[in-house]
């Protein structure tokens, strides 16, 4: 990143190839579409270009600096166009009779997903940060800047709605 | 201990930090890992949380960057002017660096100005022989 601040474009060639994927699936999870998701990685990445100067590394880590950006992109974006909550479940994958023709994990997987593009923002970003513990709590509470306890009752509550929609699916 | 206090305990560390006993505080992890061991509810909500986090790892992983999107990324990064490089690394820093002494020595100036030489002594100092000078201290002395 010292590089990047340093406009060299090697590094930042390095720096895209590194993070392009994470943000562009983080993009797709917010916004629900293909092209927005990269539109808004594309931006993403410009902000880092022009902003480096400003990145300060012993206050924040890269990446948390970096989903930050994403994710204030995101939603400045849907305050433009639409409610980000207002995600158009039913065109995500197919009609009903489909779906009841999809083996039990599949069907147990397509509503894990319409029930996660369901949340309210705050707490589908909050899951989709520390998933699997792709950030600390501490990081993701730093990327949405609210308190650790206040990302966690978001965490609770999402995931109290998806085991809500998994009972129903077993 | 009361046994449904840590099971409300246990789902909320579930909620909280997922099915991953890795990724449960230091400080909660060995009770956590104590009651699951001991209580067939507490499997249950653990089984519930590690197929949620199961599900979520199925339908998190579909989403393929674009082909082209890192090509358009880097063509879409702004160049910077190299006239503009030319003028602040070839121009710009050396001059300000070069006038950093001269504006101490303003500074230091302006400080130390506090009780000036009049005119005439200064011109006095400036062409008067040793002798001179010498002569009109005496001459103050009396």
């Keep these: ?170 | 201990m009361n046994t449904e206090f840590d099971l409300q305990r246990f789902e909320a560390l579930l909620d909280r930090h997922g099915a991953e006993p890795d990724d449960w505080p230091a400080t909660l992890r060995e009770q956590a890992l104590t009651l699951l061991a001991s209580s067939g509810d507490a499997r249950l909500l653990y089984d519930e949380a590690r197929l949620l986090d199961d599900t979520l790892d199925a339908v998190l992983v579909e989403t393929p960057t674009p082909l082209g999107l890192k090509t358009r990324v880097l063509a879409n990064t702004p160049r910077r002017d190299p006239w503009l490089d030319w003028f602040t690394v070839r121009i710009w820093r050396p001059v300000v660096l070069g006038c950093l002494p001269l504006a101490v020595g303003f500074a230091v100036g302006a400080n130390f100005a506090d009780d000036p030489v009049d005119l005439e002594d200064q011109v006095l100092i400036a062409f008067a022989d040793t002798d001179t000078l010498e002569a009109l201290a005496l001459v103050e002395e009396e």
């Excluded at chain 1, 950030?135 to 308190?147: F, G, K, P």
């Excluded at chain 1, 609770?156 to 699916?169: F, N, V």
């Design chain 1, 1 to 170: 990143m010292a590089r990047v601040k340093a406009q060299d474009r090697d590094a930042f060639a390095v720096l895209v190839e590194r993070h392009l994927a994470t943000i562009h699936a983080f993009n797709y999870r917010l916004t629900r579409d293909a092209e927005d998701a990269a539109d808004l990685a594309q931006e993403t990445f410009l902000r880092v270009w022009s902003k480096a100067a400003t990145y300060k590394p012993n206050r924040v880590k890269f990446t948390t600096w970096l989903h930050r950006i994403a994710h204030n992109l995101c939603i400045d974006q849907h305050r433009r166009r639409r409610p980000m909550d207002d995600v158009d479940v039913d065109t995500l994958d197919g009609d009903e009779a489909d779906i009841d023709q999809l083996p039990a994990n599949e069907r147990l997987r397509h509503a894990v997903d319409r029930a996660l593009a369901d949340l309210p923002e705050r707490q589908r970003t909050a899951l989709l940060l520390c998933h699997r513990r792709n950030m600390s709590n501490r990081e993701a509470a730093e990327v949405l800047d609210i308190s650790v306890d206040a990302l966690e009752s978001l965490l609770s509550r999402a995931r109290r709605t998806l085991r809500t929609t998994l009972r129903a699916y077993r």
